[in-house]
């Protein structure tokens, strides 16, 4: 056989041969690791999959108010594999338009937040109590938040963060319950299961509530570096 007929790749050449893989390669092959990798990949799908359906499920609820005066549907941003995930209350203008939680002002305050502890959308995930806009952006009402919150617990649990970022009473009422506020519950750990999985929870204010009263930023900040110190306990590491 000639060579022009027989090009060979300087550092690996595959040969399939029945259903075998031959692998000639300048490095060991580590067929466990390959194995492993092959196990993640498969579940990386399978998390990206389902939570395509529950954001089907959330687009197909009928009869409901908030969906019927909305634009658009925000179900989330960020990185589905992150050990951190935030949740707000619920879209704003911005939000309704473009369809991704936290992109008006309260938003770019969030980055910046994020941004002082060294995260950044690449490695938190965000969503929200109600996965639509309410009228003039009204607090959701109890029905309403009733109403979501399966999905917000089926939410959290295919994302299976190990730091659960509350932002604002919405949030702490709905996950933790209404007998305490959120200037008492802020930055304070609680261990609670939400759905099968077991979160260490904290709770802060609201970005679009520290541009009201810019005086507490000092208590956010306080929270955010509570959040660096777990951070550091679990062992939660990011490249970017």
């Known amino acids: 056989m000639k060579k022009s007929n027989f090009k060979i790749n300087r550092t690996k050449l595959y040969h399939k041969l029945i259903n075998n893989k031959l692998v000639y390669d300048n490095k060991s092959l580590n067929r466990y690791k390959k194995d492993i ?4 990949t498969n579940g990386s799908k399978d998390k990206l999959s389902r939570l395509a359906e529950l954001k089907v499920k959330i687009n197909s609820i009928k009869n409901c108010e908030l ?9 989330s941003d960020g990185n589905p594999f992150a050990k951190i995930m935030i949740i707000g209350e619920g879209p704003g203008a911005n939000e309704d338009k473009e ?8 938003g770019k305050l969030l980055d910046k937040m994020l941004d002082a502890i060294k ?26 938040i009733k109403r979501y919150l399966p999905f917000l617990i089926k939410h959290v649990e295919l994302v299976n963060p190990k730091i659960l970022l509350l932002l604002g009473s919405t949030a702490l009422n709905a996950l933790i319950g209404n007998e305490v ?30 541009m009201r009263q810019p005086d507490q930023k ?10 660096k110190k777990k951070m550091s306990e679990l062992k939660i590491k990011f490249n970017g």
């Open 37 to 40: 990798n092959q196990t993640l």
């Open 67 to 75: 969906k019927k005066s909305a634009t658009n549907l925000v179900f």
């Open 99 to 106: 369809g991704k939680p936290f992109v008006g002002r309260a």
């Open 119 to 144: 995260l950044n959308r690449k490695n938190v995930y965000i969503s929200n109590v109600v996965n639509f806009r309410p009228p003039l952006n009204r607090r959701p009402t109890d029905e309403e």
């Open 181 to 210: 506020v959120i200037s008492k519950a802020r930055g304070k750990w609680v261990s609670k299961k939400i759905g099968n999985v077991n979160p260490d929870i904290i709770a802060s204010f609201h970005p679009a509530f520290l």
């Open 218 to 227: 000092k208590y956010a900040w306080e929270d955010l570096k509570m959040i």
